[in-house]
């Protein structure tokens, strides 16, 4: 009996384990592009926003509307790809953008190769899709959905230190 005891009580610990709410989706044929613009639709407070190449319009409609509705908007861009012609960063400049949307570059040296959104600090969009056309339809990319607290929170402070490190 004891004997049966040691192989079952550590079995049972790791089925009691909490999960961590993660939802993972892979480009192209899922698209990513949907559960991001969810997830933008759904804030009401804050969007929190580091992106290497951001050129997908139907994606930054979506930001525009949630500035609309009140959410503070932070999108934090690589320097290189924020000079892209076609990045959100250099063509949505100007009297169409909303005041509740703030953009920074990240300027130190190497790449800002982050890609993530925080929703009302809430959940995270993350993995290795940028917003753009290509990754929607072209590339193999992966986006990554999580929920739990801690890894939010340390999202969260990362975005901190990237929108404090750049101008």
């Known amino acids: 009996m004891k004997f049966l005891l040691i192989l079952i009580v550590p079995l049972l610990i790791m089925c009691v384990r909490p999960a961590i709410p993660v939802q993972v989706y892979f480009s192209p044929g ?9 997830l933008i639709k759904n804030c009401t ?58 953009m920074r570059v990240w300027n ?17 969009i993350t993995g290795s899709y940028n917003w753009t056309i290509n990754a929607e339809t072209i590339n193999a990319e992966n986006l990554v959905v999580i929920t739990d607290d801690s890894i939010v929170q340390s999202f969260q402070e990362e975005f901190e230190t990237l929108w404090t490190n750049s101008h």
């Open 30 to 38: 899922v698209a990513p592009e949907t559960h991001i613009i969810a």
């Open 45 to 102: 407070k804050t969007l929190d926003i580091a992106i290497y190449g951001f050129t997908d319009s139907v994606i930054w409609e979506a930001v525009l509307e949630a500035a609309h509705r009140g959410v503070q908007v932070r999108i934090v861009f690589d320097k290189r790809e924020a000079a892209v012609s076609t990045s959100v960063h250099r063509f949505y400049q100007g009297p169409r953008m909303p005041g509740n949307i703030q």
């Open 108 to 124: 130190p040296r190497g790449l800002m190769h982050q890609k993530f959104c925080i929703g009302d600090k809430l959940t995270i």
